[in-house]
Structure formats: C-alpha cells, structure tokens
C-alpha cells in the first residue's frame, strides 16, 4: 500500500455490502493517519489556540484583589462567544435550558453507542443483522487486522 492510496483497505471493510465500523475505522487510522504524523504539531497548535482564546474570554485578568483560576464577572460556564448562526437565546436561563438539553441528548447519544457497541462484541453480529435488516454476509478473514 502506498501512502497516497489510504482508502485502498476500503473493499475489506465493506464486502458485500457489508459495513463492520471498527473495521473501516481501524482501516482509516493505521493507513492514513499513522505516516501523517507531520499533522500533529499544527493539530496541536489548533488546539492549543482555542483553549487559550477560551481562557482569555473564561478568566479574569489578574489585577487588583485576584485569586487563581477566577472567572470573569461576567462569564457563563460553557459560553466563548462562538455562534455564527445567532442561535443562542439572550436570555441566561433560556441559555442554561438549552446548554442542559445539549448535555443530556450528548450523554443519551453516548449511551445509545455504547449500546450499538456492546451488543456487536456480545455476539459478533451487527445490529442491523441483529434487527434483521441485513444479512449476516461477513468474514472476519478479511479484515487486516486479526484479533
């Protein structure tokens, strides 16, 4: 496999029209991203500039009477400012609903994963072969990686 080829595992992955998601996902990050590494110092420097654009807007400047890691007077846990759409209410308790519905369907999508996720390793069946809307046509021969 050459560098320039990452998706040359692909057809592995979804044979017969067959989907197996750890699959293609182990396939993406050992033939692309694992000679990629010359991404991650700018993947770093990304990061890194948005945490501290975050704490220049989250943290009071250290004057007067300060103590470590305070919060500005005026900042709202959660809020940096980012909302090019104009989606965020005005109002700072309609704020706080929404921030909490934001956080609950998060965790309630996390579960539901992990769900999708442990009833695959439970019998070695997707869920859509499970649901039977698909039919059990995978070989585990063919994946690259053998467990």
Known sequence: MTKNNCFAMFPLCM??????????????????????????????????????NRALVAFAKPEGSFSFQQLSEDHYPGDVGFDPLGLKPDDAEEFATIQT??????????????GIIAQELTNGEEIFVNLGLATDRFDPSSVPIQF
């Open 101 to 114: 519905k934001e956080l609950q369907n998060g965790r309630l999508a996390m579960l539901g994963a992990a």
């Open 15 to 52: 044979r017969n029209k067959h989907v197996n998601f750890f699959a293609i996902i182990l396939t993406i990050y050992i033939q692309c991203f694992s000679h990629m590494h010359i991404l991650y110092p700018g993947l770093t420097l990304l990061i890194g500039s948005l945490e501290y």
